[in-house]
């Protein structure tokens, strides 16, 4: 994700198509879809006057969609455009400041937002899916990404780092294939997922300096890991319907996070790794039955209350060792914890 030379070069050398790494491992991309036997010609966009022969041809892509070049500056506003077959890439100079895609339902593989060093403003009101993967990068002046009508994504999404970004409207998001990812976002304060019931990969909130609140009231699943790491400003993370991770489950360096309950969690299949949450002081997983991975807990100097399930297992080593924690507490873990341990 961070180093696109690099996993270039490595996904030539081993024969795959395309990759990303993924907190350090490469994870391939799907090969693109093809359309009628075939891969089409892609539609290049390099200035306002190439958009006429998409609106010429019907509004529908069915190859790629590249829009890209120094000529295009200020809004577009493509109201023609319905659907794109295969990859819809926006990577422009520094002059564009709007992307409105009033009518686009789908694109069949990749959608790319990368790099548009003036856009302020994304809005995709009408989406539905996008196949591959969703990815908003890399742009300083960023403010609004909204696509309240997205509901599946094929591989993954990512939202990271954008500057200024301060309002993300994914209010209709059901089911990510993989992973999750919203990272480096300064000052976003805010991210609501109302509707994202399941996340087949990874699921990540990291480094976003001013973000105070997330909502996930629905996410039952995570296939993969669960990581909250450096967000500046986050006080309680609540996972009310979250019953499964299937990998790590992760909360480190939360400065002002005080709190996590997750009622219905029964079985993480990782390691629970909780570090450096200087402020946290509950961690509420009554009904938690199973830690695949042992317990690490380290440098929560204010934790008084640590409830698990009351015959949980524990397969993996035990580290309780926290500087300033309530001694009982650590004290009473190590005694019920020992027996369970696998």
């Not at 907190?23 to 958009?51: E, K």
């Not at 200087?278 to 938690?288: H, I, N, R, Y």
């Not at 009351?310 to 873990?333: E, F, K, S, T, Y």
Request: hydrophobic fraction near 45%; glycine fraction near 10%; charged fraction near 20%.
């Amino acid at each position: 994700m961070k180093n696109e030379a690099a996993i270039g070069a490595v996904c030539a050398a081993v024969g795959l198509v395309g990759g990303w790494f993924l907190h350090g491992a490469l994870v391939p991309a799907p090969a693109p879809p093809s359309v009628g036997g075939g891969v089409p010609d892609a539609v290049v966009v390099t200035a306002h006057a190439d958009f006429a022969g998409v609106c010429e041809a019907g509004g529908v892509v069915p190859g790629d969609l590249l829009i890209e070049g120094a000529e295009i500056e200020g809004p577009i506003r493509l109201s023609c455009l319905t659907e794109v077959g295969g990859t819809l890439r926006i990577r422009t100079s520094a002059d564009l400041t709007e992307v409105v895609l009033p009518a686009l339902t789908r694109v069949g593989d990749t959608l790319e937002v990368r790099g548009n060093e003036s856009l302020r403003v994304l809005q995709l009101p009408a989406l539905v899916q996008v196949d591959s993967a969703f990815v908003v990068a890399d742009h300083e002046a960023l403010e609004t990404l909204s696509a309240p009508a997205l509901a599946e994504v094929g591989h993954f999404v990512e939202i990271y780092p954008n500057a200024a970004l301060t309002s993300v409207d994914l209010s209709s998001l059901n089911r990510v294939v993989s992973w999750f990812g919203i990272e480096g976002n300064d000052a976003l304060e805010h991210v609501a997922l109302p509707a994202l019931t399941e996340v087949g990969g990874g699921f990540f909130i990291d480094s976003n300096a001013r973000l105070a609140s997330v909502e996930l009231p629905a996410l039952q699943t995570a296939g993969g890991f669960f990581d909250f790491e450096a967000n500046g400003a986050i006080a309680q993370v609540e996972l009310p319907a979250l019953t499964s991770v299937r990998g790590d489950f992760e909360l480190r360096e939360n400065p002002r996070l005080d709190r996590i309950d997750a009622p219905r969690l029964r079985e993480v299949g990782g390691p629970i790794w909780m570090q450096d949450n200087a402020a946290l002081q509950q961690v509420s997983l009554p009904e938690l039955e199973k830690i695949g991975g042992g317990l690490e807990l380290k440098r929560n100097v204010s934790l008084a209350v640590f409830e698990l399930g009351a015959d949980i297992v524990v397969d993996g080593p035990l580290q309780l060792a926290d500087d300033g924690a309530a001694p009982d507490l650590l004290a009473r873990l190590r005694a019920d914890l020992t027996d369970g341990v696998e």
